[in-house]
Every structure is written in C-alpha cells, then in structure tokens.
C-alpha cells in the first residue's frame, strides 16, 4: 500500500477502555467507543451523520427520526451522551464545516440545510431534492451535494446549484474530499464502487467492492492517518476477499485501490468523521466507535527537567506521558501506579523506588512521592509503564538534576551598606547569613536572587535554578569547616548587580544549601474512629511534629467534598452532608520546612451513610465455551432503596451488556478472562463490581 501503514494480523490485549462493538480490529490499530447512549436500534436507527469541530467536539445526529443533534467533548471516552441539543422538522444524513464554520446538512431528498453552530437550528433552507451527501473542499471551499442527477456545487451567496458531475443519474451515498482537492464518493443504492471524480467531471472506479459501502473520510492532513482512506460498510457476508460480516471498516490505498481490513463483526459501521487528533470515528447501532493506531507511549516532560537545578521543598517528582495510561492495581508490573517502575538513583549509586505514586488521568501525568532528599545529583529512571492497551514504553527513560535546598526559614540574612557606582551603574550590597535553626547548615551554601520583572544581572553567579533564580556561592563566607553552626554567622560578602542603562532593578533574595539528612514528620494523633452523623460538623486536631523541631504545614490530598483542613495548624473540618457515602477516605499530607512529608491515611464511618448496591446471585467465576453463545442476568439491590443503574465497561469484543434488562450476552472466543461489570448508584455514586 502507498500509505506506508504496517497492517497486521492480531489483536491488542485491552485494558479499562469502553469496548467498541467491532470484534476485531486489526493492528496497528485499536478501537474503543467514543460516545455511548443514543437511542439503540430497537426505537432508532443508528447514527446518521458525524460532524467533527477543529476543538476535537463532535456533533451526532441520529434519533427515530434521523432529526436530533448531541454535542460531544473530544474527551467523551465512550460516556453516554445525554439529551439532544436540537430537534430538526427535517432527517440530517450527512453533515459538513467550510472555512467560515457554516455547517451545511444533507437532508435526503429534501432541501440542503444551513445550521447554527451554536444552537444547531436552521438558520436557512436552499433548493430541493438535495440527497445524501454533502462535502467542502479544503482548497477552494466548495459545497458540494448530491441529487438523483449527479454531482452539484452549492453556491452560498447566490443559492443556485450546478451540476458538475458529466456521468448520467451519478448517484452516492457518501462524499468526502481528499487534501488535494480531488472529490470521492461511495456510489449508492448499488453501494459497490468507492469513485473519485476526473477532472472531466467523470466517475472513475477505484475498488469494487462485494459488501455494501456506506461511508468515507480521508485522515487528517498533519496527523498519522493523513492520506489514508477509510471506507466503512453496515453489513455483509464474509467471502475473504474484503467483505465482511456486519459492520466493518476498511481502509483503501487512494493510488492502487488495494484494500486492507482494519474492523469487522461490528454492530453496523455506518458513518465516518476525523477527529483533528489523527483519530477515526464511525458510527455503530446506539454508539460512536473512535479507531485509532497504537503507538507505544512517550514520556513528554517530566519536573524537574534533565540537567535542571531543583529547589527543596520537591515533594513530588512529575511525569507527563504523550497519552493515556494503564491504570489497574499498583501490583500489575506495567501499571503507571506500580512504584517498581520508577528509580531515583543518587551519585553513590543508591537507588529507591517511590514512597507511592499519584495518576492524573485526564492530565496524563504521574506524580512521585520520593520522600525528602538530600542535597545531591540525581537520575530518575522511568520503565515498563504501559498505554490503555498494554504497550509498554519501547525503552527506559532516563533525566538527570540536581536537588538543593531552600533554607531561608532557617537562617537570618542581613543585607546592608547598599551603595551605587555612578561610574559603571553597578549596585552592590553585603551579605551575611546567620543560623536561627537548631540544626547545623552545610556546604554548599548558595544565594539566590530572583529576578521580579525588570532587567538585570549579578556581576558574576554560578548558575540558574529550572525556576529562572540565580546562584551564587558563598562557600567562602562560612567557617573553614564548612558548616554554619546554630546561632553562628557567616562571613560578610559583597554581591554586586548590574543594570542595562541604570534602570531600576528589583530581586528577591533567598539561600539555598544542604542541612544533611532530613526526616519527615511524624503524625502524633489518631483519627477517630466513631461513626459521623449526617449533618454534624466534625472537626479533627491532627498533630505532627518535626524531629528536627521545624514547623509542620499540612494539605489535603485525597477527602470527600466539603472537607478542608487549615494549612498551619492542622485543622481538619468537614460539615458532613445528608447524602454522604458510608465510608469516606481521607489522605492528609504533612510536610517539615525542607520539604520532607508523611502521609496521614484514615477513613470516617457516616452512620446511615449512602452505602453501595449488593450483588444478587451473580457467580464469583464462569467457566464458558468458545462458540457457545452464553447469556447472565444480573441482579443487584440498593440497600437504602435507591435507584439501581446497571452500566459494563471492559467488555470483551462482541459482547453485549443490556443495561434496561441487566443481561450479558456472548459468544466467546479467544480471550480468557474480563471485568464484567460494574453497578452505580447516584447521589454521590457507588460502584460495586463483579470480575470473570
């Protein structure tokens, strides 16, 4: 194929990622849906037409009537879509933008459509018999329809339309422009031949096609589906020779016309839309499927930075990853949780893993809780994280920086004898550090100056922290041992500044240094165990102290809505609401003045809590047959008497969970064990599960 795509026989082993309804996708890519919850084939047809924004949004039109319109974020992730946005007197078959984000609207027969693309109602309605399609060229910015004659360019000011196809009764039921400005369709009611348009104004055949077509698009110019053509088909038998069985998508070399089966067995595989991120839609029965190729994941940034200087307190070390990752039990070997992937490795060779690890999921970045280091050159080694669909980084990554600590809460710094050099503009002060704390302060020491806004620089300095502060030794001002002792001063030292043109030069001025080992805090006080009521205000004094006597400062990290805590003092305060779950974590960390923290982990116990749904007799194991079709119901109560909502994510390909009836069904095939499902409940949600 002229794309330069590797297409492979295979299938990748899934993790939590909400299950398309195609039952095989084939490698280098992977599907998954994008928007659930419309209206399922028994009350609707599914999805008639897709409409992708430069935002990444998506718009669905579908309904019983074919006249609805939702609105979806780029980062649906297969949640349900909710209420239509808008409702329409006429059937929409196929949407498209121009450069002025005028959305235009196939209406089947009847007239083109001019829509708000805020609102979605009709702002204007042109011509009649307008068919199934609609398309804009990216060169020029030609609307093009079809109509039982053939091919018609729409002009927008004068609302007339010209013919521009020379083939008689030309009829498709899809267009699509590729980036060079070349028209393609799919032909239709025959939907056999995918045809590009000659300059002519002839149809030429590209592929012909055994199953019936419905759709195309084109990828992305800019992303790594650009060039390539996806056609998708709703039905048809499987011959082995590009046809499928149920809804399938294929993808077709525009210069050969060869074609590569990327996804079968789905549910239909109606409509196709490209996401501005390189990703494909198609719309299926009751859901939009996203198909995408799988590359292994990349780390993108991580803080502090290679080769950075870092200022204590770094009470985590961050990395950020180019997309979404594992994230199953810490235990799992390529979990973004697991602490054994990453290693903090000092200059002697020591290497740790991290206390625990924090994921952000909708940030993709993964935060590392090393406890307090010391002064000290570092090389964080990150390895075996894998992506949603198990792909493990190629290689391990590796940066390197060095750690220095803040320790002006720990010492007076006296600046005098200010004085100006009227000859050379340069501004000079002196320096002198002394030890207010009651552990001894050890080289290196260095000042820092940090610039606030207006220009200028040290006359001479040692380096810049990751932060854009300047560092200046001042090893020579302390003892000829090295270490200011408690209470003793250091040497004075001159600092001089230089400004451009005598302007006015602003620094904060701060010491970095290193007091040797730093242990964290150690929480003094128990969380109470005795059960909260409902409405109550509950407060809690923790206490923690320092070993090296410093001040403690406390924030929450993980609390149920509503909980606070004071930063200085440790006040934990909730005012407990009415609709409280019964059990409520709560992680609260604790940090010294170098920034070493602990954890503080307990849980509050709401008497008449909102407790999760119970299972009914659902098995703790299914042993199953391949090609046997098998069917569960599933049954679960509430004990408080709410509403029960049934929801499955995990599914295995072609599975199929009916969430009104609570019923699993599936003929099973080659893969042995999933996670079945889980059971919400509202106000605030419980999920409970079951796993085969």
């Not at 009521?533 to 410093?550: M, S």
């Not at 009914?616 to 029960?644: I, K, M, R, S």
Request: proline residues 8%; charged residues 20%.
């Amino acid at each position: 194929m002229g794309s330069g795509v590797l297409i492979s026989a295979g299938w990748y082993d899934l993790a939590d990622v909400p299950a398309s309804t195609f039952d095989t996708v084939t490698r280098p890519f992977a599907a998954e849906a994008f928007a659930t919850g419309l209206p399922s084939p028994a009350d609707a047809p599914g999805p008639s037409a897709l409409l992708s924004f430069d935002d990444g949004s998506v718009w669905i039109a579908g309904g019983a009537g074919r006249n609805q319109l939702w609105r979806v974020p780029a980062d649906q992730d297969g949640a349900a879509v909710g209420n239509a946005f808008a409702t329409l007197l006429h059937p929409i078959y196929a949407l498209a933008k121009d450069a002025q984000v005028r959305i235009w609207a196939a209406t089947g027969g009847g007239p083109l459509l001019q829509l708000d693309p805020l609102s979605g109602a009709v702002l204007a309605e042109h011509g009649a018999g307008v068919g199934l399609a609609v398309a804009v060229s990216p060169i020029d910015g030609s609307i093009v329809v079809s109509a039982q004659d053939g091919l018609h360019r729409f002009d927008p000011a004068t609302g007339d339309f010209a013919l521009i196809s020379r083939d008689r009764d030309l009829r498709v039921g899809s267009l699509a422009f590729a980036d060079d400005g070349t028209l393609w369709g799919v032909t239709w009611p025959d939907r056999a031949r995918v045809i590009r348009l000659g300059p002519d104004g002839r149809a030429q055949t590209v592929h012909l096609s055994d199953a019936p077509l419905d759709s195309l698009a084109f990828g992305r110019k800019g992303t790594v589906l650009e060039n390539l053509h996806f056609v998708s088909a709703n039905a048809g038998a499987d011959t082995g020779a590009g046809r499928v069985s149920g809804g399938g998508l294929l993808l077709i070399d525009p210069g050969s016309g060869m074609v590569a089966r990327l996804g079968r067995d789905g549910t239909r595989g109606d409509t196709l839309a490209a996401l501005p991120d390189g990703r494909m839609i198609v719309s299926q029965s009751g859901q939009v499927d996203v198909i995408m190729p799988v590359f292994a994941p990349e780390i993108v940034a991580t803080r502090p930075a290679d080769v950075a200087l870092a200022v204590a307190p770094l009470a985590f070390v961050e990395v950020e990853f180019d997309q979404r990752l594992l994230l199953s039990d810490p235990s799992d070997s390529r979990s973004v949780l697991n602490p054994a992937n990453y290693r903090l490795t000092d200059s002697a060779g020591t290497s740790a893993a991290p206390d625990f690890v924090v994921y952000f999921e909708a940030e993709r970045r993964a935060f590392l809780a090393f406890g307090a280091l010391g002064r000290d050159t570092y090389t964080l080694t990150v390895s075996g994280v894998a992506n949603i669909y198990n792909v493990p980084l190629p290689a391990p990554y590796e940066v390197s920086f060095e750690h220095i600590l803040d320790i002006l809460t720990l010492i007076d710094l006296d600046i005098t004898q200010t004085r100006l050099d009227r000859d050379s503009g340069q501004v000079s002060f002196e320096v002198q550090l002394t030890n207010t704390s009651n552990r001894p302060i050890r080289l290196p020491v260095l000042l820092t100056l940090d610039p606030e806004g207006r220009l200028g620089l040290p006359d001479a300095f040692d380096g810049r922290a990751d932060d854009g502060r300047f560092l200046i030794e001042l090893t020579d001002a302390l003892p000829p041992d090295g270490v200011l002792q408690p209470g003793a001063s250091s040497v004075t030292r001159t600092i001089g500044l230089v400004s451009e043109n005598r302007a006015w030069v602003d620094f904060a001025v701060g010491a970095v240094g290193d007091t040797g080992p730093n242990l964290p805090p150690v929480i003094l006080s128990d969380a109470p165990e005795a059960a909260l009521t409902r409405g109550e205000v509950f407060e809690y004094q923790i206490e923690a102290q320092d070993p090296e006597a410093g001040s403690v400062l406390f924030a929450l990290f993980a609390a149920p809505p509503g909980m606070t805590v004071d930063g200085l003092t440790g006040l934990l305060r909730w005012d407990v609401p009415f609709d409280a779950a019964e059990l409520n974590p709560v992680v609260v960390q604790v940090f010294d003045d170098l920034g070493a923290a602990m954890l503080h982990w307990f849980e509050l116990t709401v008497s008449q809590g909102n407790r999760p749904p119970l299972f009914g007799n659902v098995p703790t194991e299914l042993v199953l047959t391949e090609g046997v079709p098998f069917a569960l119901q599933v049954f679960a109560t509430d004990p408080d008497g709410d509403a029960v909502v049934f929801f499955a994510d995990r599914l295995p390909p072609g599975a199929r969970f009916d969430a009104a009836r609570g019923v699993l069904s599936w003929i099973p095939s080659r893969w042995p064990m999933y996670s079945v499902v889980r059971l919400p409940r509202p106000s605030p949600p419980h999920l409970v599960g079951r796993a085969w």
